[in-house]
C-alpha cells in the first residue's frame, strides 16, 4: 500500500488564483520531504528540500515566494503555489525519505492544470 | 552535461526476451544509485537500490560501476507488465537526481 499521501491529484484552476497541495507520509515520520516538478517528457526536477521545522531549502531558479512550503510536522508537508500562471502547469510530486535512509517514496502526484 | 544520462529509448522487445539498460552519472561523490519505475501519468516506484557489488531481485539484475560511473539494469524474461520508463537515480545523503528515463515497450 502506499506510504506517502498526496492531494488532491488534479487540479483546475484559473490564472491567478492559489493552489495547496498536501503531501503526508502514513504510519512513518519524515523529516524531511521533497517536491519535484515534471513536464512532460522530462525528468523529474528537485523544486525544494522540506525540513520539519525549518525553512526549505530551494534549488536554483526555483521561487520560494512563488512555491511556498510548510512542513509543521512530522508527517505533513504543503506545497503552495500562488498566483498559478499557465507556465505552472506539471506534474507536483512529494517524497518523503524513509528513515534515514537516501531512498524516497513519492506520491501519486498533482497533476495542475492553469487555465 | 547531464548529472544523470540515459538512452530515452523506446525498446520495442517481445515478452520474453531479456533487457538491459545503462545510465552514466557525472558526480563522482554520488553515494547512492537505485532504479526506479515510473508507469505513464504515475508516480515513480523504487524498483531497487543498485550496490557496488551487483545486486539481483527475481528477474531483474542492477550493477554498479563506481570507476566507470556506470550503472546497469537487466530484465530477464520480459513480462508485458514491464512495459513503463525506468528512471536511473543517484544521490548524496541529501538529494537524488533523476535521470530522463529509457521507455520500455515489451509486446505480446
Known amino acids: 500500500g502506499a506510504v506517502v499521501s498526496q492531494h488532491p491529484s488534479w487540479v483546475i484552476c484559473k490564472s491567478g488564483t492559489s493552489v495547496k497541495i498536501e503531501c503526508r507520509s502514513l504510519?512513518?515520520?519524515?523529516?524531511?520531504m521533497f517536491w519535484y516538478r515534471q513536464f512532460p517528457k522530462q525528468s523529474l526536477m528537485l523544486m525544494a528540500t522540506?525540513?520539519?521545522?525549518?525553512?526549505?531549502?530551494?534549488e536554483q531558479g526555483v521561487e520560494k515566494d512563488k512555491f511556498l512550503i510548510n512542513h509543521a510536522s512530522l508527517t505533513l508537508s504543503t506545497l503552495t503555489v500562488t498566483s498559478a500562471h499557465p507556465e505552472d502547469s506539471s506534474f507536483y510530486i512529494c517524497?518523503?525519505?524513509?528513515?534515514?535512509?537516501?531512498?524516497?517514496?513519492f506520491g501519486a502526484g498533482t497533476r495542475l492544470s492553469v487555465l | 552535461r547531464k548529472e544523470v544520462e540515459q538512452d530515452p529509448g523506446p525498446f520495442n522487445v517481445p515478452e520474453g526476451a531479456t533487457v538491459a539498460f545503462n545510465c552514466t552519472y557525472s558526480?563522482?561523490?554520488?553515494?547512492?544509485f537505485f532504479w526506479y519505475r515510473q508507469d505513464c501519468r504515475k508516480e515513480p516506484k523504487l524498483l531497487m537500490s543498485?550496490?557496488?557489488s551487483g545486486n539481483e531481485d527475481g528477474r531483474f539484475t542492477a550493477q554498479l560501476n563506481r570507476a566507470s560511473q556506470y550503472i546497469s539494469l537487466l530484465i530477464r524474461d520480459s513480462k508485458l507488465s514491464d512495459s513503463a520508463t525506468y528512471l536511473c537515480?543517484?544521490?548524496?545523503?541529501?538529494?537524488?537526481?533523476f535521470g530522463t528515463g529509457t521507455r520500455l515497450l515489451v509486446s505480446p
Open positions: 517524497s518523503a525519505r524513509w528513515r534515514d535512509l537516501n531512498i524516497q517514496y
Open positions: 504510519d512513518f515520520q519524515a523529516t524531511t
Open positions: 522540506s525540513n520539519e521545522g525549518s525553512k526549505a531549502t530551494y
Open positions: 558526480n563522482s561523490a554520488s553515494q547512492s
Open positions: 543498485v550496490y557496488s
Open positions: 537515480v543517484v544521490g548524496g545523503f541529501q538529494k537524488l537526481v
